[in-house]
């Protein structure tokens, strides 16, 4: 019979130490190396970004990663949007009793071996189980630090008309993965997440300084969210061109199908830049030369009017491209 | 007018309003599902959802929709269980893994969704399933159509009419659209210029003052539609009288279960009395439902009815008419 957790796992006791030891140590050896209250790290004096995250997501295993995975990477990609250095993260872990403790193995591992391509070391840890049915298996709250280097600051407000919009990669694969998922389709694709640390890709265009004046990583609300968010916190109007955003031909088809738009999908591995338009095209060649950026495109450009987004559709006529609305529901005919 | 939802929402989406010559209009018609629905229907399926032996297994875009006390989706967040799916065999799955739970099917579509609740429901007899009905609030769109023919206050020149519903039944049933009414007709796909294409077709005709019922996305639709459906529709369903939201009570425009399969309707089992209710007054979905007027003309467009909040089911689905002219339609 498969080793599930028990609510003693959470006691403080025992088997609360056993199931650190055995599970979390042996993956995030980081933890291990600080156990102590609060881990503690030398830092250079300079400017720090802070972010927190948690995951909820269901169904915590999908093709092209699991919780763990995408846990880790969602806060570094929040600190890679500040254009930090991430330095470390912390871990929370809050597990549902009867869950499965060989599927934790799993996810703990995954964090571990990002842990260790990153180099990006989790350096503090907490675990609680709840009672069955208090969490949907397991939630997980990452929290990370990065140093800011000298010359960056992105921030929306340096927004500015003009500005090319970038983004990094195809859009929509890890929402449509994991819609197609939920919804028990069997569609046969090779869609995976995109589930993937952009650090380093940002990193690339540290040569660019300032010319880079914002950038965010496309989850929830995808890139139609971050447009409008942008747009709102600028004051700047935004033109996006349909025929120029970066979408594979399986996720176009299948969205289609299931009545969702790709624009508004999450990814888990996208970044979205605003690019002082002189040095768009240098931002591009560099952002492509990274392997995780090889499809980035131009998208659109910021334009002197009120805070509002535009499509200019396929078809050469306008329309306004809206905050997405609530949850995501498939439509009927 | 184009008909179906799914067409104001691609017109909507491409901006062809804004391309069309002056004095060429597009009106939205009665074809999204959820629009149509029904006060009373609304209330009684939210009726349903509160018995805590119930799972509700729903089409998406129902959840949102506001009844007299509610939505399913604020039900669903006091605890009951309200699960969305994709397909009425979804629906099946649960009925079979929860014998001790009653799962109640929301049968919400036009004859593009029908077919599949009649095979669900052939298949759940066959079973001996005895945890399964559903409620059937299915609707077909020719006769709709022929209300609104008759109804004297609309000035329709031309339908597009809707590619899905067409891929069941075929061309045939529009016939007396071009041979009763002198309307023209063109079934239409969905891609831009699939439906410029529709378009033209109209045009052309009433110029030529000939008007037909033409055939424009054959790719998909056979001239006498998919047979196998429309057999499953007669052998589970017999044609009623349905109450379309804004259209009223239309003769013929519904299905009822036949009698073998009446141990899966919803409304047999739980004896759920459907009460008449009177709509929001100012809510004025039923003269956009029939293009009497534009969403913007209505007193609660923008202001009190929104996405977020809705107060009529035009602005709920993502196919409605007012949720297209909020989204894409100010520029």
Redesign the interface.
């Given at each position: 019979m498969a080793e599930r957790i028990q609510l003693a796992h959470g006691s403080g006791g025992k088997l609360t130490a056993d199931l650190i030891r055995e599970v979390f140590y042996p993956s995030l050896g980081g933890v291990e190396k600080f156990a102590n209250d609060s881990a503690v790290i030398n830092l250079p004096a300079c400017r720090i970004a802070l972010t927190i995250d948690s995951f909820v997501i269901n169904p915590i295993f999908f093709p092209g990663g699991n919780i763990g995975k995408l846990a880790f990477c969602g806060t570094v990609n929040d600190l890679a949007a500040a254009g930090a250095i991430p330095i470390a993260l912390s871990a929370s872990f809050i597990l549902e009793e009867g869950l499965d403790i060989s599927k934790l193995r799993l996810i703990v591992k995954s964090m571990g071996e990002i842990s260790q391509k990153t180099g990006i070391t989790v350096v503090a840890g907490d675990t609680k189980v709840v009672d069955k049915g208090s969490v949907d298996k397991l939630f997980i709250t990452t929290a990370g630090i990065g140093i800011i280097p000298g010359g960056i600051n992105y921030h929306p407000q340096n927004i500015q008309p003009g500005d090319h919009i970038i983004v990094s990669g195809t859009i929509g694969d890890h929402g449509y993965c994991l819609t197609a998922l939920r919804?028990?389709?069997e569609i046969k694709s090779s869609i995976k997440s995109d589930c993937q640390p952009l650090h380093e890709l940002v990193a690339h265009l540290k040569p660019l300084g300032c010319a880079v004046h914002a950038a965010r990583d496309a989850t929830r609300g995808g890139v139609g969210m971050v447009l409008n968010e942008w747009s709102r916190q600028s004051g700047r109007g935004i033109v996006v061109y349909e025929k120029d955003l970066p979408i594979k031909d399986q996720v176009k088809g299948g969205c289609a199908m299931?009545?969702l738009e790709p624009i508004y999908l999450a990814n888990e591995g996208k970044m979205v830049f605003a690019v002082d338009q002189r040095k768009s095209a240098e931002a591009l060649s560099l952002i492509k030369t990274h392997k995780m950026g090889r499809n980035a495109a131009v998208i659109g450009e910021v334009v002197d009017t009120k805070a509002q987004v535009?499509m200019e559709?396929?078809?050469?006529?306008?329309?306004?491209l809206?905050a997405p609305?609530?949850e995501i529901?498939?439509?009927?005919? | 007018m184009e008909v179906c939802g799914t067409h104001t929402m691609a017109i909507g989406k491409a901006g062809i309003r804004k391309v069309l010559p002056p004095g060429l209009e597009l009106i939205s018609g009665p074809g999204c599902p959820v629009c149509v629905t029904a006060d009373a229907d609304i209330d009684t399926f939210i009726e349903f959802a509160k018995d805590r032996q119930v799972v509700l297994a729903t089409y998406g875009d129902m959840m949102h929709v506001p009844g007299s006390n509610g939505s399913l989706a604020e039900l669903k967040a006091q605890g009951a269980d309200v699960r969305v799916v994709y397909s009425v065999l979804d629906a099946l799955d649960f009925a079979r893994a929860e014998t001790n739970r009653e799962v109640i099917f929301l049968g919400v579509g036009f004859e593009t969704t029908a077919p599949s609740t009649a095979y669900a429901v052939k298949i759940a007899r066959r079973g001996g399933l005895k945890n399964f009905s559903i409620y059937n609030l299915h609707k077909t769109i020719p006769e709709a159509l022929r209300a609104l023919l008759d109804d004297t206050a609309t000035k329709i020149d031309g339908f597009i009419l809707p590619g899905h519903v067409s891929i069941i039944i075929g061309e045939k049933p529009y016939n007396f659209i071009a041979a009763e009414y002198g309307i023209a007709g063109a079934i239409a796909g969905f891609e831009p210029p699939q439906v410029m294409a529709g378009i033209l077709k109209l045009v052309r005709d009433i110029n030529k003052g000939r008007p037909t019922i033409s055939n424009l996305y054959q790719k998909v639709v056979c001239p006498e539609g998919n047979i196998h459906a429309q057999r499953l529709l007669d052998e589970v369903f017999i044609r009623t009288d349905a109450e379309w939201r804004g259209l009223g009570i239309i003769p013929g425009s519904g299905f009822r279960l036949k009698d073998e399969y009446k141990c899966f309707d919803a409304a047999v089992k739980f004896k759920i009395e459907r009460k008449a209710v009177n709509s929001s007054k100012s809510c004025r979905c039923g003269e956009i439902l029939k293009g009497l007027i534009k969403p913007n003309e209505c007193p609660l467009f923008k202001k009190s009815c929104t996405p977020e909040r809705p107060v009529g089911p035009c602005m709920v689905s993502s196919e409605g008419t007012c949720a297209a002219y909020y989204l894409y339609s100010s520029f």
């Open positions: 919804a028990g389709i299931l009545g535009v559709t396929e078809w050469g006529t306008k329309r306004f809206t609305h609530g529901l498939p439509r009927v005919c | -």
